[in-house]
């Protein structure tokens, strides 16, 4: 029996999940009922046009493989029972992924087919996502899916999935589409592209190899030249490229400060001409800090009553760098990492999550692991300068998930993409 992704999805949500999702969120079992046969399809939906939108496979494959641990009903239940917590935020993060700032519109639009409150259907949508999706990346785990592979998989799957998107939901005019037909022919061309080129790769081999059987030496001796032209350019083109392995700069800029001639952050870390300030917190420490720099920001909102935390508020390190190749923090940059442990001991109702991003320069699996590992490392960082472990909401990597400058745009372009956030949830 083939697999069926939809179906998988759908077999997470049983009778105790909504059972759950009615008792939390106040709504019927068949208003929740409603609701997730919506938010499935959706979601799945959302994976199908970020895939046929030939943007980097091998992210959204890595994406997907690290909700795999999601994909259950008692990890479902116990988030709803729990009132959301990490899954929610994760929830939020993939929805961002997948759909940017549509995410708003598409609650409004289940919260009216189910006929249910916003904030329910906002709730249940990311809830409900990681473990959608980690239907698809336990699969694609199981059978060691490459990104071509995980291409053709999910064309396998597009008819089910979009027959299954409920008329009355105006997805496809949301995604930019005239209709959820033109998605299936975008992913199924895209799939066909994968298949052609290895078919014309097959077809020109067996040319070669007709050409050196018909009898004359030469054209056998003028291929092999030719091969070995190829191949020396080939090599010459690549020698100046960086090994994957660094293909995470050692120094974290901030996105915010960026585009400022006198907030920038070079590449081996020194500042050049910034401002020094002095940010005093509420229990009377005073911290020697940059204007406009993480501390400066991050004092600013928190003293700040009509800002609201919220899973969307990120503020940037902007003097954070490791050693080459490492998730270690350099010994300079462990003042600003100081600083923020003391930021939140003054403010004891905040409660933060660290960020990981990279630019899409080099392997994506590589740096999606490089950026978990330097996130962890930070949040570690503030639970040795003795930050209260309530206050620390873990540590995520997205690696190049949520770069906007493509791997061959200019430096100073990538760099913007380059960062370790710290995302205020409450305050």
Known sequence: MSFDLLESAKSIFNS????????????????IQKALSGIIPVVLT????????????????NMIKGVAGDANPSAVAGALQSGGGGLLAKGGDLLRSLFGDKISSITGMLSSFAGIKESSASTLLQ????????????????????????????NTQKDSILNAVPGGLNLASMLGLSSLGDLGKKLGGLAAGIGGAGLGAATAA??????????????????????????????????GNKPESTAVTDSITTSQLADSAAAHVTEGGPVVSRENIQVTLP???VLQAYKGGIEDQLVTFLKDDTRPAGKDVWFDFDNLNFKTG????????????KNIAAILKAFPKSKIKIGGYTDRTGDSAKNLKLSQERATAVET?????????????????????????????PDEERKKDRHISVSVREK
């Open 283 to 285: 229990d009377g420490t």
């Open 127 to 154: 809830t409900a996502t990681p473990a959608t999706l980690g239907a698809a990346g336990q699969y694609a785990a199981q059978n060691n899916l490459t990104p071509n592979s995980f291409l053709s998989f999910l």
């Open 381 to 409: 960082a503030l639970k040795n300068e003795k930050a209260d472990m309530k206050q620390l909401l873990g540590a995520e990597g997205y690696g190049s998930q949520f770069a906007k400058a493509e791997a061959t745009a």
């Open 16 to 31: 105790n999940v909504v059972s759950q999702a009615s008792s939390q969120l106040g709504e019927s079992e068949g208003g």
């Open 46 to 61: 959302g994976l199908l046009n970020k895939a046929g939108s030939g943007g980097d496979a091998g992210g959204l494959l």
């Open 326 to 337: 490492s998730a270690e923090i350099t010994p300079e940059s462990m003042q600003q990492v």
């Open 206 to 239: 067996a040319n070669t190899v007709k050409q050196a059987s018909g009898g004359r030496w030469i054209w056998s001796l003028l291929l092999i030249l030719v091969a070995i032209i190829l191949l020396w350019y080939l090599m010459r083109g690549c020698g």
